[in-house]
C-alpha cells in the first residue's frame, strides 16, 4: 500500500492507519504522535504505523493490528 508514501510526502502526518475494507482498502493519515509506550488494542481490520525516525525519515514500524 502507498500509505507511508502518503503520510511521507504530508509534513502533518506523524502516523497513518491502514485498512483492509470488504470493498477496499483505505489509508487515514494522522497527525498523533505515537511513541510506541500507548495502550494498544486489537482490530482485525487495520493496522496503525508510526514515525519512528523524528530526523524526518520514511521509517515506520508497525504499532498495533
Given at each position: 500500500?502507498?500509505?507511508?508514501k502518503f503520510c511521507d510526502?504530508?509534513?502533518e502526518c506523524e502516523s497513518f492507519s491502514?485498512?483492509?475494507g470488504t470493498s477496499k482498502s483505505s489509508c487515514?493519515?494522522?497527525d498523533k504522535k505515537i511513541v510506541?509506550?500507548?495502550q494498544t488494542k486489537r482490530n482485525?481490520?487495520?493496522t496503525t504505523y508510526y514515525r519512528q525516525d523524528?530526523?524526518?525519515n520514511s521509517n515506520y514500524l508497525f504499532k498495533y493490528g
Open positions: 500500500h502507498d500509505c507511508e510526502e504530508n509534513n491502514y485498512c483492509e487515514y493519515l494522522k510506541g509506550t500507548e482485525r481490520r487495520c523524528t530526523s524526518g
